[in-house]
């Protein structure tokens, strides 16, 4: 005599004695995740809410989303690496031919270098996303001082090099602020 193999049915409707199937499943949760609405979800999918709500508090649910939703980044990355890469191509090719620009003596399209402005541009940028994917810091800290403090202390260094005494910061501080001529730079030599 043959074992006894109990089968689970496959459910087509609802309201029908059954499981619903994974394709089932998938298929809901790919319309919930472009709809974001179980009630219309259920309407399109013919599953009722009430399954939808018990279906979207399972482990399975959370998982399938993220299946998806990964499959989908990787589908996009890829498209966004193609374009990255023919773009950088094409930089290159710039870089080394020089640029379209219209010749109007001689109605034709000419290739001319660079300007330094592009170029320090595309340099700039390429640069800080490098070092975002590096993961190096974009910007370098400052120290807290601003200009003026820095510009009294180094005066104060240069006094205590040259062995004189400073009495007053006001008289650094008004080299900082005011305009600097050729009668101030005699007096103060």
Not at 66 to 81: A, F, H
Request: aromatic share 6%.
């Amino acid at each position: 005599m043959g074992k006894m193999v109990w089968v689970k049915s496959r459910k087509v409707k609802p309201h029908e004695p059954g499981h619903w199937s994974e394709k089932k499943h998938v298929e809901v949760v790919t319309s919930y995740l472009a709809l974001g609405n179980l009630t219309e979800v259920g309407k399109i999918c013919n599953v009722p809410y009430t399954t939808l709500k018990v279906w979207k508090n399972q482990p399975w649910w959370k998982e399938l989303i993220d299946s998806i939703q990964s499959g989908e980044n990787q589908r996009t990355d890829n498209k966004m690496s193609k374009i990255i890469d023919k773009a950088l191509d094409v930089i290159v090719d710039r870089l080394e031919q020089g640029d379209f620009q219209y010749d109007q003596k001689t109605g034709k399209l000419v290739k001319v270098p660079l300007k330094a402005r592009d170029l320090e541009r595309i340099a700039s940028g390429l640069y800080d996303k490098r070092a975002m994917i590096r993961k190096e810091p974009a910007m370098i800290k400052a120290e807290e001082l601003n200009q003026a403090e820095r510009l009294v202390n180094l005066a104060k260094e240069f006094a205590k090099l040259s062995g004189k005494k400073v009495e007053e910061e006001e008289t650094i501080s008004e080299y900082i602020e005011g305009e600097w001529d050729d009668a101030d730079q005699n007096q103060s030599m």
